[in-house]
């Protein structure tokens, strides 16, 4: 599997941005993926996950109620819609896949086995 991130670019505080993260390869119903970010100097932060299903979903703390994970099966996508923008969001933006069985949701990034290229999100205010 191989995932292509893209969507990211250069926004004013209080706006919207949705990036999608573009899945190559067969994905199984037990994948789990995740939205990480990092800012510069700051280490590798957990955004939110999703169940290659849909059905389950969670959250960072700070993007709750703003983002959206959402998972397009037909398409192999997985999405992030990031709303009321906060230059605090800036960051590199990194899809990634767990392939580990079972469907529990994960958080640390050294639990994710494949990453995407990263897409660089700037909050203006």
């Known amino acids: 599997v191989q995932l292509q991130a893209s969507g990211g670019g250069l926004v004013q505080s209080g706006s919207s941005l949705r990036l999608s993260c573009a899945a190559s390869?067969?994905?199984?119903?037990?994948?789990?993926m995740g939205w990480f970010r990092q800012a510069p100097g700051k280490e590798r932060q957990f955004v939110a996950a999703?169940?290659?299903?849909?059905?389950?979903?969670n959250y960072a703390d700070s993007v709750k109620g703003r983002f959206t994970i959402s998972t397009n099966n037909a398409r192999n996508t997985v999405d992030l819609q990031m709303n009321s923008l906060k230059p605090e969001d800036t960051a590199v933006y990194y899809c990634?896949?767990?392939?580990?069985?079972?469907?529990?949701?994960?958080?640390?990034?050294?639990?994710?086995?494949?990453w995407g290229q990263g897409t660089l999100v700037t909050v203006s205010s």
């Open positions: 990634a896949a767990d392939f580990s069985l079972g469907y529990g949701l994960r958080y640390a990034a050294d639990e994710y086995e494949c």
């Open positions: 390869g067969r994905m199984f119903s037990n994948y789990k």
């Open positions: 999703i169940t290659w299903s849909g059905r389950t979903t």
